[in-house]
Nanobody, 123 residues
Framework: QVVLVESGGGLVQAGGSLRLSCAAS????????MAWFRQAPGKEREFVSA????????YYADSVKGRFTISRDNAKNTVYLQMNSLKPEDTAVYYC????????????????WGEGTLVTVSS
């Protein structure tokens, strides 16, 4: 059992920045592969970014490459998503997710989910 709690969402102007945090409770956080997904109104949930439990491997959707950075601090049981140069198209509910499996870039692979945090980017 793992509980994930997101924070850091809010309203920001286009071109601005936000940093999302996801705090995990439970055992063996250092062995969890972590990911961020997002879902805009009327659209399917989509992959945003992921990080291996070791922190050595990261993955990004093409739409956010060069603008977003994922990182983790295993000592704090927390994963972060630094979002820069935000665009209105980034507006969505952002979800933190986790799995101990070897695949972690699809929503179908994830076993634990946070409740989401809303990011709104105005033009």
């Amino acid at each position: 059992q793992v509980v994930l709690v997101e924070s850091g969402g809010g309203l920001v102007q286009a071109g601005g920045s936000l940093r999302l945090s996801c705090a995990a409770s439970g055992r063996t956080f250092s062995n969890l592969n972590m990911a961020w997904f997002r879902q805009a109104p009327g659209k399917e949930r989509e992959f945003v970014s992921a990080v291996h439990w070791s922190g050595s491997y990261t993955y990004y959707a093409d739409s956010v490459k060069g603008r977003f950075t994922i990182s983790r601090d295993n000592a704090k049981n927390t994963v972060y998503l630094q979002m820069n140069s935000l665009k209105p198209e980034d507006t969505a509910v952002y979800y933190c997710a986790a799995t101990r499996g070897n695949s972690y870039t699809s929503s179908y692979d994830m076993n634990y989910w946070g409740e989401g945090t809303l990011v709104t980017v105005s033009s």
